[in-house]
Nanobody, 113 residues
């Protein structure tokens, strides 16, 4: 049984930082990452990391967001800095073990200007 649980969301002022955490269980994954969905918009990819630890980011977020993992502790993080109002969204942890995808319940991030 794969389970993903996000934490660390909240409210922050523009220019501030937050760190999201994802605790997962159910075995190793091929890819893990973060998506977000803003009100009235489609869910979009934020960052992901493959089994080798290679990260990739949405072009618009490079330099502000950093994804990392602690496989030994079944943890994944998303460090977010220089936050903007447009970063306000529900952030979802996801994992992929081919051919299946798994999702957390999401955590709200609200950035006020």
């Amino acid at each position: 049984q794969v389970q993903l649980v996000e934490s660390g969301g909240g409210s922050v002022q523009a220019g501030g930082s937050l760190r999201l955490s994802c605790t997962y269980s159910g075995g190793s994954m091929d890819v893990m990452g973060w998506y977000r969905q803003a009100p009235g918009k489609q869910r979009e990819s934020v960052a992901e990391m493959d089994r080798s630890g290679t990260p990739s980011y949405a072009d618009s977020l490079k330099g502000r967001f950093t994804i990392s993992r602690e496989p030994g502790r079944n943890l994944m993080y998303l460090e977010m800095s220089s936050l903007k109002a447009e970063d306000t969204a529900v952030y979802y942890c996801y994992a992929e073990r081919y051919p299946y995808q798994y999702w957390g319940q999401g955590t709200q991030v609200t950035v006020s200007s």
